[in-house]
């Protein structure tokens, strides 16, 4: 076997301070695999159903409230079907929750109010989204709704209503997200595996790249998760662990990697509709599959079982990111009004979406935000003759728009854009068509106003936490590698299994927590000289057990 140090270069860690270019965030990201197309058509689907009934009962211009509760049809496809129906549940309330508030505000009739309510939305939004497993698409969407709705012309008789709409549109995606399980019940499970075997291809043909290693131990850990919120014990989820188990030996050693075998069972993997053939396993790696299952039983920590609850906690490092989106959305909506348009809520936005965990995303989220949505809004101009016609017309134009920013999003967040502007500027005029000059001119305003003030926040507000996060995960790699090296030869399968699984989701950990804190302005670097060293122990225990 390949000593593991051989493939590890001198400096794994990435420097990113110098690297404030907007060159990368105009590049495309070829992604290994996006289930892009089942978020569009889920929307689709629900989308059909609610303003289906709206339409026999003449009253598609409640199409707005309809389509907030649709849009969450877009999540939670990446989860196992048991642990989808508890999320999506939660999100629908929740969302459903966030709008009613947003409903009940507008109707108060105060500009100042509505600004404070919809920013401390945006924030608690923003922040949940981040820590929570609902998946992509990102916070822009719920915090759109939600921040638009704030704005609205509302009467009281009418909020119970509109809210009610919101959650029974909701209710219709909760069964459109869950209908395709009748016929892959175990889909998002297969489609985890297939990403953790495609990354032991990368990895195969280029051994000495730490990024390959860092991708296959992060698929793995990922893989893993996926398949403990399972929690199914069937002869499908066994060939799927085991297939598992083999790419964390290819992650021990990659010159066992055969590339083109690897994609092809991928392949398999995902699109097949007969059983998963299970690759050989020795007898001490089976017992470490079921050592395994003891250890998704364990109890789990607070973070663990309530992440969106920890998110909000003092030490955590998403608290500084809290305070950034809501000082930045705050000063954002404050300008726009100052500088005469009347509904911010477009600067409130474009405020939350740009801000992310560390200061080198949020620059790179800018540039290809206020360029998309220049674009974006020659492109309303286009369409909005043409949606203005027919209420239907313009839910046909926003399901289509919709489809293609999934596609591009995640490719091409400025191509992505062009789509995603349009879109929400149709959304914004169901019930009320204002003048279309005025809405693209407080459209690029506000994006401006929201794109400076969001990039101000995360300059002005530094995210220490990031630092001592980083430090925290290293730390706890030194002890998995230790407790990896202290196991005696007569260690169980089980006691084997746990010290495999902490070692790996340790390095996952640590490279992302590495490459947030490197990324952050006004704050000290992690020790790379431990963090280095960390990983190499972690990569000989690794070995160690393997043998």
Avoid at 64 to 91: E, N, V
Avoid at 118 to 147: D, Q, R
Wanted: glycine letters at 6%.
């Amino acid at each position: 076997m390949t000593p593991p140090d051989e493939h590890l270069p001198t400096r794994t860690l990435p420097r990113v301070r110098a690297q404030f270019s907007i060159r990368p965030s105009l590049r495309s990201v070829r992604l290994p695999r996006d289930a892009w197309y089942l978020r569009a058509a889920a929307l689709v689907v629900s989308a059909v159903i609610s303003m289906g009934v709206l339409a026999a009962l003449d009253r598609v211009d409640l199409g707005a409230y309809t389509m907030a509760g649709s849009m969450t049809a877009l999540y939670t496809h990446g989860l196992p079907y048991r642990q989808r129906a508890r999320t999506m549940a939660g999100f629908v309330g929740l969302l459903s929750l966030g709008c009613a508030i947003a409903l009940a505000t507008a109707a108060v009739g105060s500009v100042g109010v509505s600004i404070g309510v919809a920013v401390l939305l945006a924030a608690v939004i923003k922040v949940a989204h981040e820590a929570s497993n609902v998946g992509p698409p990102p916070a822009v969407i719920p915090i759109f709704l939600v921040t638009a709705l704030a704005f609205t012309d509302q009467d009281w008789p009418d909020v119970p209503l509109h809210a009610g709409l919101v959650l029974a549109a909701g209710s219709v995606s909760w069964f459109v997200v869950m209908l395709p399980r009748l016929a892959r019940p175990h889909g998002p499970e297969r489609r985890a595996v297939a990403t953790a075997v495609l990354a032991t291809a990368s990895l195969g043909e280029d051994p000495s790249s730490s990024a390959a290693r860092e991708r296959l131990a992060a698929a793995i850990a990922a893989a893993w998760r996926t398949m403990s919120l399972a929690r199914a014990r069937t002869d499908e989820h066994a060939a799927l662990e085991a297939h598992i188990v083999a790419a964390e030996r290819i992650l021990v050693d990659p010159s066992s990697s055969d590339p083109a075998r690897a994609r092809a069972h991928a392949r398999k993997i995902e699109h097949s509709r007969t059983g998963v053939p299970a690759p050989p396993l020795s007898d001490a790696e089976r017992a470490q599959v079921r050592g395994i299952h003891l250890d998704h039983d364990a109890r789990r920590g607070f973070t663990d079982r309530h992440p969106v609850l920890a998110a909000f906690r003092p030490s955590s490092p998403s608290m500084p990111f809290f305070w950034r989106v809501l000082i930045g959305c705050l000063a954002a909506a404050l300008i726009s009004y100052a500088l005469g348009v009347g509904r911010p809520f477009w600067a409130i936005t474009s405020a939350a979406v740009i801000i992310q965990p560390n200061l080198l995303l949020t620059w790179r989220k800018a540039p290809p935000r206020a360029l998309g949505t220049v674009l974006g809004v020659g492109l309303f101009a286009a369409l909005a003759p043409a949606a203005h016609l027919d209420p239907l017309l313009a839910v046909a134009m926003i399901l289509v728009l919709n489809s293609l920013a999934e596609l591009f999003v995640p490719r091409n967040y400025l191509v992505g854009q062009v789509f995603v502007t349009p879109m929400a500027l149709l959304m914004s005029q169901f019930g009320t068509v204002l003048p279309t000059d005025e809405l693209i001119r407080d459209r690029l305003l506000d994006t401006v106003i929201g794109v400076l003030a969001g990039l101000a926040a995360a300059f002005v507000i530094r995210n220490g936490h990031l630092r001592r996060h980083a430090k925290a995960a290293t730390i706890r790699l030194e002890a998995a590698a230790i407790d990896a090296e202290a196991l005696p030869q007569s260690a169980s399968a089980d006691e084997l299994a746990r010290a495999r699984r902490a070692l790996i989701a340790d390095l996952a950990a640590v490279s992302a927590a590495v490459r947030s804190s490197d990324s952050e302005w006004w704050t000290h670097r992690v020790d790379e000289t431990r963090v280095i060293a960390a990983q190499k122990r972690a990569h000989a225990a690794l070995a160690a057990l393997d043998r």
